[in-house]
């Protein structure tokens, strides 16, 4: 072929794309404001209307699952919270229990850790800074609210772990045993990455619930 000829066939191939293109870009006009409003491309997340009923569904599981695997009689999700406000109109600073599973025969503590001033606790809370799933026993702990609260309560030993949102403690997850027989035969680095792991889980799923809430 000549060079001429080269040229010709060059410029033939290349009308033909470009008018493939043009076609194609014809036939995909009219979907395009369709092809823009689809939910797929969206990024609002479409949330079921039984979404908080699935969120609580989900954290109640978490600690049943936790509960078993440590084989004791509670556990929680404790979550902090503003409620009201003191004489000079600074805000009260509260924790409720949100969450709890329970062993069989074992009470609830849900009525009783309703609305409480975190600063009732605040001998307990300081263990949260330490963020590791280390066994307390309660009789170990000095004389405060909080001990006497967990006796009344039954609670023998327990073990907690903060709940973070971008660094900030916004409440723990805890599990308590009720019996000696139970407390004694715990294995502390046999529960940690239970306690952990339902953690984890507990803060996303609340963060989920959060992101809905807005």
């Known amino acids: 072929m000549t060079h001429q000829e080269i040229l010709n066939t060059f410029l033939t191939v290349g009308t ?6 043009a076609g194609l870009f014809i036939f995909i006009l009219p979907y395009r404001k369709m092809i823009k409003s689809s939910k797929l491309f969206s ?5 079921p209307e039984d979404f908080n009923y699935n969120i609580h569904t989900r954290l109640h599981e978490c600690l049943t699952e936790l509960r078993v695997q440590c084989d004791c009689a509670r556990t929680q ?8 406000e003191f004489v000079d109109g600074l805000s009260m600073k509260k924790m409720s229990l949100t969450h709890e599973s329970l062993a069989a025969g074992t009470s609830s503590e849900l009525e009783k850790k309703k609305d409480l ?23 170990h702990l000095e004389d405060s ?34 019996s000696w027989s139970k407390a004694d035969c715990v294995d502390e680095k046999e529960i940690a990455p ?11 799923t609340l963060e989920q619930q959060k992101r809905k809430s807005k």
Request: glycine content about 4%; aromatic content about 12%; charged content about 20%.
């Open 145 to 178: 609210w909080c001990k006497k609260f967990m006796q009344v309560n039954n609670v023998i030993s327990f073990s907690l772990l903060p709940l973070k949102k971008k660094n900030e403690i916004t409440g723990y997850v805890m599990c308590q045993w009720c």
């Open 16 to 21: 033909a794309i470009g008018a493939l293109l």
């Open 117 to 139: 001033p975190i600063s009732l606790c605040v001998d307990a809370l300081l263990l949260l800074k330490e963020n590791t799933p280390t066994i307390y026993v309660v009789e």
């Open 43 to 47: 990024k609002e997340i479409d949330y």
């Open 77 to 84: 999700i404790v979550q902090f919270h503003n409620g009201g």
């Open 194 to 204: 239970f306690i952990e792991n339902a953690r984890n889980v507990a803060e996303f």
